[in-house]
């Protein structure tokens, strides 16, 4: 079969004969003038496609999504739809995925490298109690609803550039502060958290409130913030405590192993799940 397969751009009349995958997804792509779509071929049938696009906020890697029909898997046509639109490519792809899984070993079959690691980021209900026990008490927390209008956004924004500037830094483009703005406008006001360092922030655990579970991200407001493992400690205890208080089942976290203050504050967290993995080629 390998022999015979074609590569082609997508056409608007493949989607609608692609029967594994998202292929409802495929045709907002070609829209999307950053968008590269692939689709691997066989005897006249669509049996692979790539997408390739550069995201609004983080544009120093192009990320991929490779779909394989089943029936067609372990003939390398999934490797070669990555190899063309690598060689489409002026910068590194990238995509994430559970570590172990299957797609992990395909991304690193293809000289996959992590550039950065999520860790386990489920905490569930069962362990609210501990981790309020070992975060200690939350004095000088407040909720974000309490400060001006617009900080929750500034702050959002703040802390999101200074974490990711030195491995994905986010493209200084009004587009890209579009996003961190809508971003900032799904916050759970009310139950963000900010810990309070002589009257200023010093840490804040963002809360989204999901579908699920409310999501955190946490982290202090600068990287050399004072007292900011204690602060950060004291602003995730408060969430924790919240969720404790009106009945949530679990909270996802989000967030690095190499953030400064998250990442070890995670390790000491029962944190449950796999870690993600950023990968690159």
């Known amino acids: 079969m390998v022999e015979h397969v074609g590569f082609r751009d997508l056409k608007i009349d493949d989607i609608t004969g692609i029967e594994f995958g998202e ?8 829209d999307d003038p950053s968008a590269n779509v692939m689709v691997a071929t066989w005897r006249g049938r669509v049996v692979g496609y790539a997408v390739s696009w550069l995201a609004a906020v983080h544009r120093t890697r192009r990320f991929i999504d490779v779909e394989v029909a089943p029936e067609s898997r ?3 046509i999934g490797s070669r739809l990555v190899e063309r639109v690598k060689e489409r490519s002026d910068r590194p792809l990238a995509t994430k995925t559970v570590e172990g899984s299957d797609a992990e070993g395909f991304i690193r079959s293809l000289g996959g490298v992590p550039y950065a690691i999520c860790p386990p980021l ?8 501990r981790v309020v026990a070992m975060l200690g008490g939350h004095r000088d927390v407040v909720p974000v609803s309490t400060l001006s209008p617009g900080e929750a956004e500034h702050l959002w924004a703040q802390i999101y550039r200074w974490v990711h500037q030195d491995w994905s830094p986010v493209d200084d483009s009004e587009k890209a502060r579009e996003v961190l703005r809508s971003e900032a406008s799904e916050l759970d006001l009310d139950h963000t958290a900010i810990a309070l360092v002589d009257g200023q922030p010093a840490a804040v655990a963002f809360v989204f409130d999901d579908e699920g579970a409310p999501t955190v991200c946490a982290e202090t407001v600068t990287p050399d913030a004072p007292d900011g493992d204690q602060a950060l400690a004291a602003a995730v205890g408060r969430v924790v405590a919240d969720a404790r208080d009106r009945g949530c089942r679990r909270l996802q976290f989000d967030g690095h192993e190499a953030d400064p203050h998250f990442g070890p504050l995670a390790h000491r967290l029962p944190l449950e799940g796999s870690r993600l993995l950023l990968l690159e080629i």
Not at 23 to 30: D, E, K, T, Y
Not at 122 to 129: D, I, N, T, V, Y
């Open 23 to 30: 292929p409802g997804s495929l045709a907002g792509w070609l």
């Open 74 to 76: 372990g003939r390398r």
């Open 122 to 129: 489920e905490l569930p209900r069962r362990q609210f109690g």
